[in-house]
């Protein structure tokens, strides 16, 4: 506690400086209340834990009682009782047995105690990359786009190599085994990720429903450039609501394995082994919630309750895929090659199956495609008549060089 004290007031005197350095930029009581600010957003983010864990990859785990993380700040679950298991699962799974996800975190077999959960600890150093107070932990709709919003997403920074299911208007869930890698970000502003979508209404109309889920390398929102397992929703198109990980109420976690927002290790070697996990999100057809599971683990789920056209319906979009936010277009996506490399040197998304109306899972009926700068990341679909392969993709590519010829599609 007496550590905490010193750096309070070691931020708060570095503060005063910079006002004295550069008074037209910042008075000392506008120093002193974003400094406030500041730990008014570290102390609703960080839980007090019943135990600490330095994990090796410079991380600090809390462990944290489950009735007492972030999600319950949320004002329409202060009465919520925790759903511990869901009331049951899609039929169809290709593999019914959990499998081990690898985070570093636990490596040297590290665990929480019993009725906690872990979560990363936010640190100062975190929120002060933040362009603002209010926007940490947060896409924004001025600098966020949706996959079939990817005209709007090019004249914004984002490019995708994504794939969509076709054929249904309604969908349940979705599940897809996705290839990890570690991108080298060009800057620490941009990102890249593979993941999966969920999503009903508009990303125009600002009413999109999301839920999202994989992999990313983000330095700005991190401090590093480690894969780092993450999460995300909005009800609103990225506009006031909604938050990666569990930098906002909302997500409940329920598994005391899995750090949402940890880091993942080991990834995927050019030419040599791969890495994968699988990833599935339903709802749940007794209570409505959205249930997330990796590797066969229910992770925890999101109530129906803090979404709007996700709570009285389900959704009329899936899609699987990488994106890239980079301005400059030189942060690579995925492996950072292209799919007709294949396995082993191209990014891919594999057994991909959407969940019906019946909570069964099935491959989609068909798959369009989307890669609006397919000259810098692209993406291609094939089929195997194999079920561990199924329905799948490759996408990535190495961006492209600045001041190159570059056709929209």
Not at 76 to 91: E, G, V, W
Not at 103 to 127: A, L, M, S, Y
Not at 276 to 301: I, T
Request: hydrophobic share 30%; glycine share 10%; charged share 15%.
């Amino acid at each position: 506690m007496a550590a905490a004290r010193t750096w309070s007031r070691r931020g708060l005197v570095a503060l005063l400086l910079l006002a004295m350095i550069f008074p037209s930029l910042l008075s000392p009581s506008d120093a002193t209340s974003t400094y406030l600010r500041r730990r008014q957003v570290l102390k609703r983010l960080n839980k007090p834990p019943l135990a600490t864990i330095q994990s090796p990859d410079g991380d600090i785990i809390d462990c944290v009682h489950i009735s007492r993380q972030p999600a319950f700040d949320h004002p329409l679950l202060k009465d919520h009782t925790i759903q511990m298991q869901p009331s049951s699962q899609p039929s169809g799974l290709y593999g019914e047995a959990t499998r081990p996800f690898t985070q570093t975190w636990n490596q040297n077999g590290e665990k929480c105690p019993d009725n906690t959960i872990p979560i990363r600890r936010t640190k100062e150093e975190d929120v002060m990359r933040a362009t603002s107070l209010t926007t940490f932990g947060k896409k924004t709709h001025d600098m966020s786009s949706h996959p079939h919003s990817h005209l709007a997403g090019v004249t914004s920074g984002h490019y995708y190599g994504v794939a969509y299911a076709t054929g249904d208007a309604n969908y349940y869930g979705t599940k897809v085994t996705i290839n990890v890698w570690q991108p080298t970000i060009a800057t620490s502003g941009d990102f890249s990720l593979s993941q999966l979508w969920i999503s009903a209404g508009s990303y125009d109309n600002k009413d999109l429903n999301t839920i999202e889920t994989g992999w990313q390398v983000y330095p700005a929102m991190y401090g590093d450039d480690k894969t780092r397992f993450f999460i995300y929703w909005t009800r609103d198109a990225y506009n006031e609501t909604g938050c990666y990980n569990l930098a906002c109420s909302g997500f409940i976690q329920t598994n005391p394995q899995f750090v949402i927002g940890g880091s993942i290790s080991p990834v995927s070697t050019y030419g040599d082994t791969q890495y994968e996990y699988d990833y599935l999100v339903w709802k749940d057809p007794a209570g409505g919630n959205w249930w997330l599971q990796v590797q066969g683990n229910n992770v925890g789920y999101w109530p129906s309750s803090i979404f709007t056209l996700l709570q009285t319906g389900v959704a009329d979009s899936v899609e699987w895929g990488g994106e890239v936010n980079s301005p400059q277009i030189t942060t690579p996506m995925g492996s950072g090659h292209f799919p007709e490399e294949g396995f082993g040197k191209a990014t891919y998304s594999r057994a991909i199956q959407v969940v019906d109306s019946s909570n069964n899972l099935k491959p989609p009926n068909g798959v369009g495609l989307i890669a609006p700068l397919p000259s810098c990341y692209n993406v291609m679909t094939g089929s195997s008549s194999t079920t561990s392969w199924g329905t799948y993709i490759y996408y990535g590519g190495p961006g492209c060089p600045q001041n190159s010829q570059i056709e929209v599609m």
